[in-house]
């Protein structure tokens, strides 16, 4: 049962040839047996999980039952849960219980979805590779010594593992697309702004986007539907219609016009990565799609850029963590610098606190000019090389990550070269476009991921593109030998 | 040498909203600590701010009142320090576009003449919450209500030029904002705070001399004292050849002195950059016309007022305006159609010396606009002298009657203005007083007063003065 897609569980639910409580029974189960040698969930709440799926069989008995209703996922660590422990991967929020649901979780449990449990990340969703977490290291269901992508590991390798239909991620620089690549799953990152971040732990709030990490693209879809729309409490939710995703899965995709970055297959792109994304934009050819080499110029600007503006604005969002109304605080501090000093300096982790000091100097008198000011300014011209893009393509493909999974503990001691796994997914966050990552293929053995970046607010159509992708191979549908 | 002040202010007006500037959490002064303070206050993880749109008006109504500038885009920025009270770590506030531009004031100066006062701008932020220090041995408490309090920071050119310049300026933006209703301008609660720039440099130079920021004022005489107090500072620096260090002082009430706050921390960084969970703010035309409609008669419109349609000094109609609570007394009387410069002497006089005897705001007065203009009435119409007018306002101050006629009917003051009865009286002292009548009617002109005096004592006071002198001239004349 744990390898059906969200589509297959709706109709399995609604045939009544499973119920709710059974499914999530399931995967209660399964995580319970399984997830020791990944360690993609820090909380599993079984007993509301169960609660939770009584109250959608209910609903289902009643005839009220939607799409999603009764259907388990995990959320993200990184999203509030009202009387559930939310720590963001990080020491300093190990025993903050929220007080309040992001709303985020708040739809989807409208939408009847149930949670199973919170998954492992980054710590504060800083890192490409899992290894920042204050929770341990989340291996790669398909080689556990290797890494599954950050920061939403957790969520990708528990989706991997199919130890959980789907869940929840964010995505700052790729932290939804880079691991659903690295671990095989299909996952979208919407446009800026579509899914409001009430509740969502900020990292980079200009660049900070929820978003649904799935087997297929029909489930994307499906979960986009209930987290879309505009908030009244986040004012840079956009307001705006918010269409079904699911209306235009199915348009053929004759005379598309698929931009494809030349920049992005030269130095620095795996052989074997290059050679499957090359076949799967073979396959959107054959579908009638026309492939146009498009010039990205500020493109090698982007891993800069990201890497003063995330951490400006990380510095200042994680100053409110001071040991002083919740969170993690010093044992008997003699005074306030002291308590400051040392629960910040207890409470976080290195790559944290990289980003914070990084964040601070392009912040500061004499430096602001040069990097803060200038970084919103190469990120402009990188939005505005997209925006001329768009205008001759309708979406536009490449690699997700430049590698399959590397090692755990490869790249853990040099930032530079973990930075550069995400130079292809950073720029479409800067640029506040939707993206997303599907699986395309596998090199010596680990997956591979396509890419697809679209205009503002046209996941329709990157959906459409995905969907019609993955009802001509079967790439989505595979999973690890160990968890099949 | 001889030495110019120069004297710049920054005014922390706390806006009137019924919630917070990016929260729904009430703005009530007074409840238990941390109670009026949601997730948003309090910094919580993942929440976010939506700014209120009140505030907006209250400031684009501020704006307009002074002909200021009011730029399209404004935008929010964070003010990054670590302090207890300041739940983020950063305070919201507006750095390089804030919402009012540049505009002006005018201040009476002493010597009768206006003078034209710059504000440079005035940006939209939030309160911090207050630390408390006492009450809680080897520790601090800290109480979050405040935190997300809507403040206007208004902040002037350096153009004053004097402690009494200065408060004029304050008293001028305190009227201000009550007038707009934006601000309850209660300094007690910390609704109107004032933290003032002074500098001295060399008569007739032209560039600024180092200044000192005297932080937190909250009554115009400390200001008044604190100023004060700085200049001599300053000039005793300056005289013996020392340097005045750019530094935040604190005024100490107690000793009447300023001292140094935090000296090195004068350095901090505050890093202030775009606030990102906040789209720059859009003032546009259509809300400009919007808050214009609702601006209210200003200060300066309401005194022109009284000086052209009433006849009144232009000092009566400043001293009148000078709060809308008091011009809005007055004009309370106005609508009960009694004489307008009678009424401004009531109110400027003796109203104002009971209030001030009572330290009563004109808010508190016991005596109504509308019993003072019937008080006003009974004087124009001749039922009342200004003696026993006095006697029926003392009694209406301590609430002896409801109106002025019950009270000139229970307490027996009528005026006497009967010429049988006056003629009564007259007759009376003449004839109890005959060598007076004599001495009079030989050329002593100033015996006058001593019959007036006993027939208003015969009269009880209550006789009509005009008429009574008039008897007594044509009978003394025999």
């Known amino acids: 049962m744990h390898d059906l897609t969200l589509r297959e569980l709706s109709a399995k639910l609604a045939a009544g040839t499973t119920s709710s409580v059974e499914l999530t029974q399931h995967f209660l189960d399964r995580i319970a047996a399984e997830d020791a040698k990944i360690n993609s969930f820090v909380s599993v709440t079984a007993e509301s999980a169960l609660t939770a799926a009584q109250a959608a069989d209910s609903v289902r008995a009643a005839g009220k039952a939607g799409p999603l209703t009764g259907i388990p996922l995990a959320h993200k660590d990184i999203f509030c ?61 398909w080689d556990l010594t290797k890494v599954p992508g950050g ?63 799935t087997q297929t693209a029909e489930d994307a879809a499906l979960m986009l539907n209930a987290m879309a729309g505009f908030d009244e409490r986040d004012s840079t939710s956009v307001q705006r219609d918010v269409p079904d995703y699911t209306a235009e899965l199915n348009n053929d995709l004759n005379g598309l016009r698929v931009g494809i970055p030349k920049s992005w297959f030269g130095a620095g792109l795996d052989d074997g990565v290059a050679t499957q994304v090359r076949m799967a934009l073979a396959e959107l050819e054959k579908q009638g799609a026309k492939l146009v080499e498009i010039d990205l110029p500020n493109a090698d600007l982007a891993v800069p850029t990201y890497y003063v503006l995330a951490p400006a604005e990380a510095s200042s969002n994680l100053s409110r963590f001071d040991g002083v109304r919740y969170g993690h605080r010093c044992d008997a501090p003699h005074d306030l610098t002291d308590l400051y000093k040392r629960s910040r300096a207890e409470g976080f982790g290195s790559e944290v606190k990289r980003r914070i000091l990084v964040g601070t100097y392009v912040l500061s008198a004499g430096y602001y000019d040069a990097y803060y000011l200038k970084a919103l300014k190469t990120r402009r011209l990188i939005a505005e090389d997209f925006a001329k893009a768009f205008a001759e393509v309708d979406v536009i493909a490449g690699p997700t990550a430049p590698t399959t999974a590397f090692g755990i503990g490869e790249k853990s001691d040099d930032p530079v070269t973990m930075y550069l796994s995400d130079i292809y997914t950073i720029a479409v966050n800067l640029a506040g476009l939707p993206g997303m990552s599907i699986p395309c293929g596998e090199s010596a053995g680990m997956p591979v991921g396509l890419q697809l970046i679209g205009n503002l607010f046209d996941e329709s159509r990157l959906l459409n593109v995905a969907h019609r992708y993955q009802q001509a191979t079967d790439w989505h549908r595979r999973i690890p030998a160990a968890y099949a | 040498m001889e030495w110019e002040t120069v004297i710049g202010l920054e005014i922390h007006a706390q806006l009137a909203t019924k919630s917070k500037i990016f929260s729904a959490a009430s703005t009530a002064f007074g409840a238990e600590p941390n109670t009026q303070a949601c997730a948003i206050d309090l910094g919580m993880p993942g929440v976010l701010p939506v700014l209120n749109q009140d505030a907006v008006r209250m400031a684009v109504m501020f704006g307009l009142a002074i002909e200021a500038e009011i730029g399209e885009k404004s935008v929010f920025a964070r003010k990054n320090y670590f302090y207890p009270d300041l739940p983020k770590g950063y305070q919201i506030s507006q750095f390089e576009l804030p919402v009012v531009g540049k505009g002006h004031v005018e201040i009476d100066l002493e010597d009768g003449k206006t003078k034209r006062i710059g504000v440079t701008r005035a940006h939209l932020e939030e309160d911090a919450g207050k630390s408390l220090h006492e009450d809680f041995q080897g520790a601090s408490g800290i109480d979050l209500n ?41 300094m007690q609660e910390g609704s109107f705070r004032m933290d003032v720039n002074v500098s001295l440099r060399p008569k007739g130079q032209d560039k600024f001399g180092t200044r000192a920021e005297i932080k937190n004022l909250n009554s115009f005489r400390f200001m008044d004292k604190a100023i004060a107090y700085e200049v001599e500072r300053q000039a005793d620096i300056l005289e ?9 002082r604190l005024y100490d009430t107690v000793k009447g002195e300023t001292r140094s706050m935090r000296g090195k921390e004068e350095a901090n960084d505050y890093r202030y950059f775009p606030d990102p969970d906040l789209l720059p703010l859009i003032v546009d035309a259509e ?109 209406l101050w301590n609430r002896d009657g409801e109106t002025v006629d019950a009270i000139i009917e229970s307490k027996g003051l009528k005026q006497i203005s009967d010429s049988g009865a006056l003629e009564q009286i007259i007759d009376a002292i003449m004839a109890a007083n005959p060598q007076q009548v004599e001495q009079f009617r030989a050329g002593k002109d100033k015996l006058m007063g001593f019959f007036v005096g006993q027939a208003m004592k015969a009269s009880k006071g209550q006789a009509n003065p005009a008429q009574l002198n008039e008897l007594l001239k044509k009978k003394l004349a025999g």
């Open chain 1, 81 to 141: 849960t009202q009387g559930v422990r939310t720590a963001c991967g990080s020491k300093m929020l190990d025993t903050f219980v929220a007080p309040y649901n992001a709303h985020v979780v708040d739809r989807l449990a409208a939408a009847g979805m149930v949670m199973l449990g919170k998954t492992n990340m980054d710590e504060f969703a800083m890192g490409s590779s899992n290894e920042t977490s204050f929770y341990g290291a989340v291996a790669n269901p």
């Open chain 2, 240 to 248: 013996s050849g020392g340097k005045v260090i750019q530094e935040t």
């Open chain 2, 287 to 395: 809300l400009k016309a919007q808050v214009r409609e609702q601006l209210p008669e200003l200060p300066d419109e309401k005194r022109e007022r009284f000086v052209l349609h009433l006849g009144l000094s232009r000092y009566d109609a400043g001293v009148l305006t000078s709060s809308r609570e008091l011009a809005d007394y007055y004009e309370v009387m106005l609508a009960e159609g009694v004489d307008a410069k009678l009424s401004a002497n009531w109110v400027m006089g003796d109203l104002a010396a009971f209030l001030n005897k009572d330290a009563l705001e004109i808010t508190q007065s016991p005596v109504s606009a509308q019993q003072l203009a019937q008080l006003v009435a009974r004087i124009s119409d001749n039922t009342l002298s200004g003696t026993l007018a006095k006697k029926v306002f003392e009694h």
């Open chain 1, 151 to 213: 920061s939403s590991g957790g969520s990708a390798a528990a989706v991997a593992a199919r130890l959980a239909p789907a869940a929840t991620g964010t995505d700052t620089g790729g932290s939804i697309r880079q691991p659903a690549a690295l671990c095989g799953i299909t996952g979208l990152k919407p446009t800026y702004g579509r899914i409001s971040r009430w509740g969502m732990i900020a990292f980079a709030s200009s660049l900070d986007q929820a978003g649904p990490m």
């Open chain 2, 146 to 186: 405040r935190a997300g309090t809507p403040l206007l920071e208004i902040v002037s050119e350096p153009d004053l030029r004097s402690a009494a310049e200065a408060i004029a300026y304050a008293k001028k933006i305190h009227s201000l904002v009550r007038y707009l209703e934006i601000c309850d301008g209660n």
